[in-house]
């Protein structure tokens, strides 16, 4: 089946640390996109890549990384900058065609101790 | 810029009751609207689309919702819910022209009661 899978479901890190998540599809969508969820705060946009090789800071990018060197793949770290790196992240894709829908991961909980 | 106003965080409804979910946006450009459910820890499924033609669009589970140019919202309506229906509901706009950026709104929670 074609989807989206986000690795791991919880994730535990000290503070300080940088931690990466990874989200992979194969639903062969050009745009890959990263979302940061808090409670009452709906999703905001990280970062988005359009196609291979680019990418595009969103609303809240600082203290966050991302690279896109496969279509398929396209990891988020978030790094010891982050101020408060506690939350629900999603990934998610949209195919090329202009109408086309945006499709979203199962989502990974960090928790920073 | 394009922005989502979800008016009510939570709605209280009981079972087998009608419920709206009111959302309203602002663009000046033509605009791709849609409505995401999402159950606790899990991602984003979609409900409906609108994109374009008729103005009232069905979706799944027995949600509807009314795109209403000159009012700029999109409400989504459900004649009689179900216990099952207990989730969070997130309204998203899209530019209808290249660029693929989606804003969502903060969601509204819809609590179901037996």
């Known amino acids: 089946d074609g989807g989206i899978t986000q690795s791991p479901k919880y994730l535990f890190r000290k503070e300080g640390q940088n931690v990466t998540l990874s989200c992979e599809q194969n639903?062969?969508?050009?745009?890959m996109y990263w979302y940061r969820q808090d409670p009452g705060q709906g999703l905001r946009l990280i970062y988005y890549s359009q196609i291979v090789n680019d990418f595009q800071k969103g609303d809240i990018a600082e203290g966050y990384s991302v690279s896109r060197e496969k279509k398929e793949s396209f990891p988020l770290t978030v790094t010891s900058a982050q101020k408060n790196p506690t939350a629900f992240y999603l990934c998610?894709?949209?195919?090329?065609?202009?109408?086309?829908?945006?499709?979203f991961g199962p989502g990974t909980r960090l928790t920073v101790l | 810029a394009q922005s989502v106003t979800q008016l009510d965080s939570q709605v209280p409804v009981f079972e087998e009751a009608p419920v709206e979910l009111r959302c309203n946006y602002s663009s000046s450009v033509s605009v791709y609207l849609f409505w995401y459910v999402q159950y606790p820890n899990q991602g984003l499924q979609l409900l409906l689309k609108?994109?374009?033609?008729?103005?009232l669009v069905k979706g799944i589970n027995g949600f509807e919702a009314e795109f209403n140019k000159s009012q700029t919202s999109f409400h989504l309506r459900k004649p009689s819910v179900h216990i099952s229906d207990t989730a969070e509901y997130f309204c998203?706009?899209?530019?209808?022209?290249?660029?693929?950026?989606?804003?969502f709104g903060i969601g509204t929670k819809l609590q179901v009661i037996p």
């Open positions: 639903l062969n969508h050009d745009a």
């Open positions: 609108y994109l374009s033609g008729s103005t």
């Open positions: 998203a706009v899209r530019y209808s022209g290249g660029y693929q950026k989606v804003t």
């Open positions: 998610a894709s949209i195919g090329g065609g202009a109408v086309d829908t945006q499709y």
